[in-house]
């Protein structure tokens, strides 16, 4: 039976048995103990399956991946330490040295950097496209060695949408998977997967957690990627891994599980990005309350953007919620229960104005954060982006006036009296 998406926040992932705790228990240990070193031989060689180190796998963080795993319609998926930590996984997990990747530009910062320095530093090379580029930019993008396309649901902080069959087809037309960090719509708003997408990557540090408590990540494998139908492109899934006694992971874990056994056999052990047991946890009970959150995240952004787009101080109002956005329509079609909680906005009068109005707030903070149960803002241009001088600024997209508002779960009332009275005094 397929359960709903309210219904796996709470129980996904965990069926106490007779006596059992209700509530996912927290298992606290590192390791796991075996009666005979031959049963611990098979955990080694991937032969059975248990646990025996927590960098490789912990019963609890499991629960909490097979729940979001369960969200998003996929097949297997894992939890590791951050969001950065899950995009140069989803990524570095198929393409080596000497390969090639294609990215929307229109992605988080950090992940932007660990693409176009870090990774560029390892050997990958990646080519950026505009979120809105034709199907024939996008095409011409492609070469031999290219072996993924990335993108973002929702970006953060442009908060362009992205149009997910276009960007599945160009993947699955030059024959590789359509990787895509789902972290702003979350599952409760957007199923990559449904619509063409292959593996999924989230922060959960976001909405997924909700709180503002643990900084977390989660990959997710739709299991419908055909590795071996493209064995010359993925020989780190198609042949044999020499690290691991010549198991070649898409034979023994077959289309489903390839990507996600590999991934932890091979980068968790060599890495060793993991979330912690009791972070799991918190992630867990962030996901029980996940549905409920969302529409009250995205009922608040729609009243502040409606607000703000009828204000005479404001300058511009992004929100893919308001018709008068280029992404109305899209975000219709993929999010039709709404996109996310963020909103970002221009205030006239430009860098001045802008800090000063983040002065006056009372109720939002000002915060390098998005999606908390709190209210918080920032203003790039004298935080994240503060090197850069007002050129600079317009030329990645964020303007000198630009303000990103992350609405919380207060009552919209108290959000927008709270802008109105910033908006007063400037
Ligand atoms: C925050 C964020 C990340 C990075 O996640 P961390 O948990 O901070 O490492 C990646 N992608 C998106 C869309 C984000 O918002």
Known sequence: MNKRIETICVQGGYTPKNGEPRQVPIIQSTTFKYDTSEDMGKLFDLEASGYFYSRLANPTCDTIAKRICELEGGSMGMLTSSGQAANFFAVFNIANAGDHVV?????????????????????????????????????????????????????????????????????????????????????????????????????????????????????????????????????????????????????????????????????????????????????????????????????????????????????????????????????KKYMPNGTCGVVSFGIKGGRKNAEKFMKNLKTAAIETHVADARTCCLHPASATHRQLSDEELAACGVSADLVRFSCGLENKDDLIEDIAQALNQI
């Not at 693409?115 to 011409?140: A, R």
């Not at 729609?302 to 893919?320: D, G, M, N, P, S």
Request: hydrophobic share 40%.
């Open 103 to 331: 990215a929307s530009s229109a992605i988080y910062g950090g992940t932007f950097n660990l693409f176009s320095v870090t990774m560029k530093k390892m050997g990958i090379d990646f080519t950026f496209v505009s979120p809105d580029c034709t199907k024939e930019e996008l095409d011409s993008a492609f070469m031999p060695n290219t072996k993924a396309l990335f993108g973002e649901t929702i970006a953060n902080p442009a908060l362009t949408v992205l149009d997910i069959e276009k960007f599945a087809a160009a993947a699955h037309e030059h024959g590789v998977p359509f990787i895509i960090d789902n972290t702003f719509a979350t599952p409760v708003n957007c199923r990559p997967i449904e619509w063409g997408a292959d593996i999924v990557t989230h922060s959960t540090t976001k909405y997924m957690d909700g709180h503002g408590s643990c900084v977390g990540g989660a990959i997710v494998d739709s299991g419908k990627f055909d590795w071996m139908a493209h064995k010359d492109k993925f020989p780190g899934l198609c042949t044999p891994d020499e690290s691991y006694h010549g198991i070649t992971y898409a034979e023994m874990f077959g289309i489903e599980g390839a990507f996600i056994n590999k991934c932890v056999a091979q980068l968790m052990r060599d890495f060793g990005c993991v979330q912690s047991p009791q972070s799991a946890f918190i992630l867990g009970l962030g996901l029980e309350s996940l549905p409920v959150r969302m529409a009250r995240h995205c009922e608040n952004a729609q009243a502040v953007a409606e607000f703000l787009e009828k204000h005479e101080k404001i300058a511009f109002v992004t929100y893919a919620g308001l018709p008068s956005s280029p992404y109305y329509e899209t975000a």
